[in-house]
């Protein structure tokens, strides 16, 4: 099966013990679990400097072409990043944008990520976002907000909430919106509530993630293949839904 990681990343955080963020140990372990393809951004750019870490993004994404594809971050206060988004989004291998409102502290309905969905649509690239329920930024109705604005540009919610209160406002928020997917990493995230999420809005509408190497990928993939889904369902989420998302960019 060829299974693929939505939402990985490579590098450091300060908050979290990431023993090795190395894309050579993020590979080694896609190869001793089974994972093909892993999507990942780089900490750097999701934390203090957008710019030097998606240009690491790029050397990880040449270093280990197929196996790593990329999330380019964009720092919506850096008045140069609607430019270079758009150069970002024409390397191979970079498939989409990836948001973090709550790091930027900008709701993800806030027009300062206008530029990203716009460079986004007009490359027919992805949008993977942090969501966090109840937060001010990145809550599920600023998903319901949002995606409409840009029908057609694939938007993943990434955590599907985050807690476990909120999976269902994150499922009611994709059943508003066809182009919202929601996606399984997080620590909160179990078995039952992936079940749940299937069987609420389809296989086709949830996407697995691991979170690595914040979380460890064996965990994440694990909770998937032990969870009581069909199988079909579970080959559904483990690559069905990214399959059909990366058609035409990969």
Known sequence: MDVIDAHGHIGRWSAFAVPDGSAESLVAMMDRCGVATACVSHLL?????????????LEALEAH????????????????????????????????????????????????????????????RLVLAHSQHGSPW??????????????????????????????????EAADRCPDLVLET????????????????????RVAFGSDAVFLDLRTGLGRVLLAGLPEADREQVLHGTMDTLLKGIV
């Open 65 to 124: 072409p197929g196996r790593l594809l990329g999330w380019a971050v964009y720092q919506p206060h850096d008045p140069q990043a609607p430019e270079r988004l758009r150069d970002l989004l024409d390397v191979p291998g970079v498939i989409g944008v990836k948001l973090h409102p709550e790091v930027h502290e900008t709701a993800l309905d806030d027009r300062a990520y206008t530029p990203a969905f716009e460079a986004a649509a007009g490359r027919r």
């Open 45 to 57: 750019a999701v934390g203090p400097d957008a710019r030097a870490g998606n240009a690491l993004l």
């Open 138 to 171: 990145s809550d599920a109705r600023h998903f319901a907000a949002v995606s409409p604005r840009h029908p057609g540009v694939p938007l993943l919610m990434g955590h599907a909430g985050l807690f476990p209160e909120g999976l269902r406002p994150a499922m």
């Open 185 to 204: 990493c997080g620590s909160r995230m179990t078995a039952r509530h992936l079940v749940r999420m299937v069987a609420g809005i389809g296989a086709g």
